[in-house]
């Protein structure tokens, strides 16, 4: 009886121990989640968390690669910018570098490092780079020199969405007020402030006055720029709207983290159709148009491609690759790469519904 | 099913939605929300608390009939049973006293989990919340959740206030727990490790808050005051007097004395000296060869000061039980 009660106790001693250990481990580390971008026939990718290389997409093999060093805990979760030979890299720990890529391999113009870590992708508007931080300002940086000329104060709120600019207007969201503002980019003024839309991490899409803000209140807002931000329509999704939404003529494209991927009207934002993917499947990454299909891509490493007009199912993919899939698409003709969590590329031909997983430039 | 789905589907998920909803219902303040959860969890816990109050003063009762049992017999299995016997007769559970902080335990560690995940120490983590969210609209809607409480960023590590605040109350704790009349205990092990315990367990768990989230040094704090109300309304403080705080050279010059130990509502009374110990090792022999009932008899007959009703009208049954 005495050992029997020792035995009972030593097991659910063991049992809380193991409980409690796997309660300890796994601390996410920030990984990023950096798009590719196109560099003539190569591809700039982020390779290893920090890590930026270019590859040649046939066999994987980099041609150089940024940072060489001192890289690790300083992931991109912004996409790079690239304006003709210059490159514009924001990292999560605040620090933006411009790379000359003219003479075929990365010179070092300039580097800044901001207050605040860097999530949203910045925006380069003629000659300055708006850079968002989490601190909730967007820091204005001269694009030739790197001086910072003005720091536009928004909220004391995480900033994760880039920007967009019409005009002489920017707009930018935030993830934690539900705040949509326009400033002026020539002074850094508030134009003007709008709160339906909802706390919002995507990415603004604009098309003509119409800003689409995909927000965590499970409703895409549609906001008209010209009438102070006043809000068109709001669509009611079934879960966060984090991936940024796509217009194609007169339908908005928009996919939520509950596995969901809506056609609205533009000019209503009346349903056309749904699609609703199975076994929680949840869509980050924006959707792309390719051959007439909405190609969305969900966490799991999944990709569904519907037709556009009526949501049905064209081709879907099982799984790409380990890891998870957050970061947009690039899309180069019938071709869409993805980058994976643990930082392989990945190459989708939409035609022939191959995957072919390229050698990560390691 | 795997150990870490076991953690993940019956105590870290409902735990976060948990956390959510009250933050939710905390008009968004998920500072407010730990304190809710944890007025929560410690009114939950409180059967348990009262039995482990009960327990302490228990274990404090019998103390001297632990060192009388020490001294007579040598033969360490024999001393074993003994102090097991009398365990059992005062209806002390030794591990009682371990109960509530055990249960608390998993709690703190699927709290600091929780914290983590909720709040988002990664961009990857805040999406990664989505899919840990039970379909139900308010709390998805509470997301994102506000970091900051009290000028705090509950989210951020190395908060010394917070980790000063932790150490204070849970030192407090402890010495309230541990009277002056425990700690003057014949035993020099014994009060050495009431000392240790005193100063250890404050420490390792303020270094622990200061190397966590700040919104899990919010729950310590807020559960170990819960814990030192509690403990001060139901047991009393015992001989502890804010006076004993002030280092003794300061309270002579300050004039303040301190009450005899044994004299506060709660405390035990000062251990008796134990009868004279046999000096040679054939008489403790004789002693150890003596039945349990001479301790019995030596135990009813050398109980001096007060006693609480509870554990007098306890012992009294058990006699009647025994003679039935």
Known sequence: MFHVKHRRLALVGLLAVALIAVGCGGIQQPDGWASPVQIGDRLLVQARSGQLSLIDPSNGQPAWQYPTDDFGDRPFYSTPVRDGDFLYLADYKG??????????????????????????????????????????????????????????????????????????????????????????????????????????AADLTLDGSLLLVGAFDRSLHALDVDQGGAEQWAFPGDGWFMARPMVDGQTVYAATMRGSVYAVDRETGAQRWAFTAEDGAEFRAAPALVDGNVVVAARDGRVFALDSSTGNLAWSVDSLADGSLNADPLVDGENIYYVTSKHNLVRVTAGSVQTVPLAAAR | MPIGAIWQTFLETPLINIMVGLSALTFGSYGLAILVFTVITRALMFPLTLRMLHSMRSLQDIQPQMQEIQKKYSDPRRRNEEIMKLYKEAGVNPLGCLGPQLLQFPIFIALYQVIRITLGNTPEGVLDLSRRLYDVGFIQDAVPLSRTFLGMDLGENGNFFLAALVFAAMWLQQRISTNRSAQAAPSANQAQMTQMMQWMLPLIFSWFVLFSPAGLGVYWFASTAIGLILQWVFVGPGDFTWGSLVPGPFRDALGITLPEPGTGRGSRPRPQPVAAKNSDAESRENDDASSGDERKNGRRGSRQGPRSTRSSSRSSRRRRHHRG
């Not at chain 1, 925006?123 to 820091?139: K, Q």
């Not at chain 1, 000329?149 to 969201?173: E, F, K």
């Open chain 1, 95 to 200: 620090r933006v570098t411009r790379l000359d890529i003219s003479g075929g391999h990365p010179v070092v113009s300039w580097v800044v490092e901001l207050d605040g870590q860097l999530v949203a992708t910045p925006l380069l508007r003629g000659d300055s780079l708006f850079v968002p931080s989490e601190h909730g300002d967007i820091a204005v940086i001269d694009a030739a020199s790197g001086g910072v000329t003005r720091v536009v104060r928004t909220s004391d709120r995480r900033i994760w969405s880039s920007p967009v600019a019409n005009g002489g207007s920017l707009y930018v969201t935030d993830l934690d007020n539900g705040v949509t503002l326009a400033f002026d980019v020539a002074t850094g003024e508030r134009v003007w402030e709008q709160s339906a839309s909802g706390p919002s």
